[in-house]
């Protein structure tokens, strides 16, 4: 299978998780007058839409870039692939619970509902962690020299396990505090946009020094 195959079915899903993630906006019917108690409602929503959408795009943004580190691919990256996938498509079933969860307003809900989202976001960071692995036991897949910039890779490579920790202790911190959960659940998203940044610049440096 060429590389453009499993890109342009990469793209298709992940072109297909943005738009759903929209649907779960469902419209109610409105009283004269109360729009802004409708608002006010769905704000929990929106705001698991937003923090969804920027994990979703991150994922995107960081599978886009580490396929400009592979050469070609065979059967076992191909099915690491369709892992990294499955895994990322999950984001929207844990938004729905939690979007259910925080309009309750349940703890025993909103509890579980957030370490569903952090296992989801777990399993998305072991995938990543897996694909590093395999590229990295395997230099003929490889598109890109690391002699130059082994450096620079060395100090980026723990990070889908850096991530795995965050969403770990946010799973752990559900038994005595939603809020501190929700926090590190935020944290984590975060850092997987900064760890995106970072092996954007270590492919960007390698593709420099070949030129």
Do not use: C
């Not at 979703?56 to 960081?62: A, E, K, R, S």
């Not at 499955?86 to 729905?96: D, G, P």
């Not at 990543?128 to 450096?151: D, K, N």
């Not at 620079?152 to 723990?158: A, E, F, G, N, P």
Request: no cysteine; net charge positive.
């Amino acid at each position: 299978m060429s590389k453009s195959r499993i890109n342009a079915l990469s793209d298709g899903v992940f072109a297909i998780l943005l738009t759903i993630l929209i649907l779960e906006f469902q419209p109610e019917t409105v009283k004269p007058g109360t729009l802004h108690v409708v608002v006010f409602h769905q704000a929990p929503l929106f705001l698991m839409y937003l923090l969804s959408y920027f994990y979703v795009g991150t994922n995107w943004l960081f599978h886009h870039d580490y396929f400009q580190y592979v050469k070609r691919t065979n059967r076992t990256l191909n099915v690491i692939n369709l892992g990294v996938l499955f895994t990322s498509t999950l984001i929207n079933y844990a938004m729905v619970l939690l979007i259910e969860a925080l309009s309750n307003g349940n703890n025993a809900d909103i509890q579980l509902a957030f370490i569903v989202y952090d296992a989801v976001a777990l399993l998305i960071s072991f995938s990543f962690l897996v694909l590093y692995r395999y590229l990295e036991r395997h230099p003929e897949l490889q598109t890109l020299a690391r002699s130059g910039i082994a450096t620079h890779y060395d100090r980026i490579r723990l990070d889908p396990a850096r991530s795995v920790i965050i969403y770990l202790a946010s799973m752990i911190a559900t038994s005595f505090s939603n809020l501190i959960a929700g926090l590190l659940l935020v944290a984590g998203v975060g850092f997987h946009f900064f760890a995106y940044l970072r092996f954007s610049r270590v492919v960007h440096l390698a593709i420099k020094k070949e030129e």
